[in-house]
């Protein structure tokens, strides 16, 4: 009964490397979403996925890339890292359907610092 | 458009005293809208959520909140509160899109 699995759960990177950040769900879910979370800003979507193949941006997605590469998985690049992304990266799923007014189910998060 | 305002960053409380969170919601369709709750180094979970079928909503733990379009407002409330609902809890809304807006949080603190 996992639900929404992110790895890795914590990270050190310098300014300019990159790396990808992995997110799966079992839940079924057609829409999948990353968030970062910084002090007293709440979440901020970055991208999102309404469905197998599409991705759109949200808030804040400079400096971010996405990939939805199948129904359970979508991942989120930083090709350039910056010390403004130092944050802690949500994963979450969703089932949207006509009614839309079904809840998110989050992943335990990953924590991000870049020197 | 769509946007969430919790009044009040930090919160405190005794032990045993009412929990009020406020929420105020701008959504130019009917919303949908959700409590969260976060504990330190996890990620949000359901505390409730209202879908337009009762005003008056109950959750887990012993939270519950009312729907009130006149004002709003979506504030979740639990008469007593409990060292464990020490926690930060987010407000949220969409309006059946893809898209859900989160509020800032607010931290709650419970004093024994």
């Known amino acids: 009964n996992a639900g929404v699995t992110q790895t890795p759960k914590f990270q050190v990177l310098k300014t300019g490397q990159s790396m990808t950040l992995q997110c799966a769900q079992d839940m079924n879910h057609n829409s999948m979403y990353w968030y970062r979370q910084d002090p007293g800003m709440g979440l901020r979507l970055i991208y999102y996925s309404a469905s197998e193949g599409t991705t759109d941006k949200g808030e804040v997605p400079n400096g971010y890339n996405v990939s939805r590469l199948n129904k359970r998985e979508f991942s989120l690049r930083l090709e350039s890292a910056a010390p403004s992304q130092t944050s802690v990266y949500f994963c979450?799923?969703?089932?949207?359907?006509?009614?839309?007014?079904?809840?998110?189910?989050f992943g335990d998060g990953t924590r991000l610092s870049i020197l | 458009a769509q946007s969430v305002t919790q009044l009040g960053s930090h919160v405190s409380v005794s032990e045993g005293a009412l929990v009020l969170l406020r929420c105020n919601y701008s959504s130019s369709v009917p919303p949908y809208l959700f409590w969260y709750v976060q504990y330190p180094n996890q990620g949000l979970q359901l505390l409730l959520k209202y879908t337009s079928a009762a005003t008056l909503v109950k959750g887990i733990n012993g939270f519950e909140a009312e729907f009130k379009k006149s004002e709003t407002s979506f504030h979740l409330t639990k008469p007593s509160a409990h060292m464990s609902d020490a926690a930060e809890y987010f407000c949220?809304?969409?309006?059946?899109?893809?898209?859900?807006?989160f509020g800032t949080g607010t931290k709650l603190q419970v004093i024994p």
């Open positions: 979450a799923s969703r089932q949207v359907d006509r009614g839309g007014n079904q809840p998110q189910h």
């Open positions: 949220a809304v969409t309006g059946g899109y893809q898209k859900v807006t």
